[in-house]
């Protein structure tokens, strides 16, 4: 009954692979997002999807790409991964209309590039 | 200059006292404000938002915003060491597109002494 599930919980993978990260969430929340959480703690916002927008943080590489099959789905697409990749990647969903309008954060997915 | 900046800490307090955590924030438009907690390894949870200047309480919790300041804190009385984490501070400007994201600050860490 988890509420935003990720997978895998950690990853493993060699520079210049092509790796993706599932989340699903079961809230019935019309927004997902992808953060990155570097080694600093930062948690930095790379995407935000709705089924009607897709905005993306002018900073993040094109080698990264979310991908929605539906509204409860928002999976993360990394190719040519490179060392500086390495974080832990929150997916979070939240639903427009909601006071207050917070996230519900994924458990994580931590990825080592090596 | 930062979006969202916080002091990274560590805060040591002792068990019992009162702790403060403090966060600016640099878009003057800035509309709703968050705190969350964030234990090492664990996902945020929010504990605090606030929209309106003063203060808001919650059990040991207390959110102070001041707008004209631009500056927002949480208070946690009678520290406990299950307080011990990092707490990060979230702004969301507006209500639409990119203005929707949360935009965290970088977290202090927090150390609450037996």
């Known amino acids: 009954d988890t509420a935003v599930s990720q997978t895998p919980k950690y990853l493993v993978t060699q520079m210049g692979n092509d790796k993706s990260i599932k989340c699903e969430q079961n809230?019935?929340?019309?927004?997902m997002y992808w953060y990155k959480q570097d080694s600093k703690k930062f948690l930095k916002i790379m995407f935000s999807?709705?089924?009607?927008?897709?905005?993306i943080n002018e900073t993040v590489p094109n080698r990264f790409s979310p991908k929605s099959p539906d509204k409860a789905h928002l999976n993360l697409h990394i190719n040519s991964l490179e060392l500086g990749d390495s974080a832990v990647y929150f997916c979070?969903?939240?639903?427009?209309?909601?006071?207050?309008?917070?996230?519900?954060f994924g458990s994580g997915t931590r990825l080592t590039v090596v | 200059q930062k979006e969202v900046e916080q002091n990274s800490g560590p805060l040591s307090v002792p068990e019992g006292a009162i702790a403060s955590l403090n966060c600016t924030y640099s878009?003057?438009?800035?509309?709703?404000f968050f705190w969350y907690r964030q234990y090492s390894g664990k996902s945020p949870e929010l504990i605090m938002f606030?929209?309106?200047?003063g203060d808001k309480e919650d059990g040991r919790f207390t959110a102070q915003l001041n707008k004209a300041s631009q500056y927002v804190s949480l208070l946690i009385r009678d520290s406990q060491p299950s307080d011990s984490a990092t707490y990060l501070c979230?702004?969301?400007?507006?209500?639409?597109?990119?203005?929707?994201?949360?935009?965290f600050g970088k977290g202090t860490k927090l150390s609450v002494k037996p």
């Open positions: 979070a969903s939240s639903r427009l209309g909601d006071i207050p309008r917070s996230y519900t």
């Open positions: 809230l019935g929340h019309d927004t």
């Open positions: 999807y709705n089924n009607k927008e897709l905005i």
């Open positions: 878009d003057r438009g800035s509309q709703s």
């Open positions: 606030i929209y309106s200047n």
């Open positions: 979230a702004v969301k400007r507006g209500y639409g597109g990119s203005q929707g994201n949360l935009i």
